[in-house]
């Protein structure tokens, strides 16, 4: 899949997940150093895959989605990038980010390249949302064409109903 950042193509490693898979396993970094895998997490969640979680739209998201998920019973939110552990969380204590866990795919990149979201020229990931059940199964799946635009929000929440 080809995505853009400001306009400029990009090429997406990895295998795109669609609706109706199970959730590809996958095993990253917490902010503790301690491994984060798939199994590790339970009840319906959404997984946001952004490039950093300190750019200006990644701030948005993730602002947003904390607000959120303070509102929803029983779901879990995760971010992943590829930003080390300890900048994940230096900027979610400056940020007071209390309702999504941030995971780093720093070291195997597992996560990229089994959601399909692994950016081969940057060595970062792509911005998408997926949302998985209780049953690992895939709800729903966004992969933004440009990278730097926001998610659908309100699609998103809706899957989670």
Do not use: H
Request: net charge negative; aromatic share 10%.
């Amino acid at each position: 899949m080809k995505v853009t950042f400001q306009g400029a193509p990009l090429t997406l490693e990895g295998t795109q997940v669609k609706v109706g898979d199970t959730a590809p396993n996958f095993t990253a970094v917490g902010n503790d150093l301690n491994p984060v895998s798939l199994n590790d997490t339970k009840g319906k969640r959404v997984f946001l895959s952004v490039p950093s979680i300190d750019t200006p739209v990644c701030d948005m998201e993730v602002r947003k989605f904390n607000t959120e998920a303070s509102k929803l019973s029983n779901v879990e939110v995760y971010t992943i990038s590829m930003d080390l552990p300890f900048a994940q969380a230096r900027w979610c204590g400056a940020a007071g980010i209390e309702n999504v866990k941030t995971v780093s795919d720093y070291k195997d990149r597992e996560f990229g390249k089994n959601y399909g979201v692994y950016i081969n020229e940057l060595g970062l990931l792509s911005r998408a949302v997926f949302v998985v059940d209780e049953n690992n199964k895939v709800v729903y799946v966004e992969y933004l064409q440009e990278i730097t635009e926001e998610p659908n929000y309100e699609a998103v929440l809706n899957a989670l109903k």
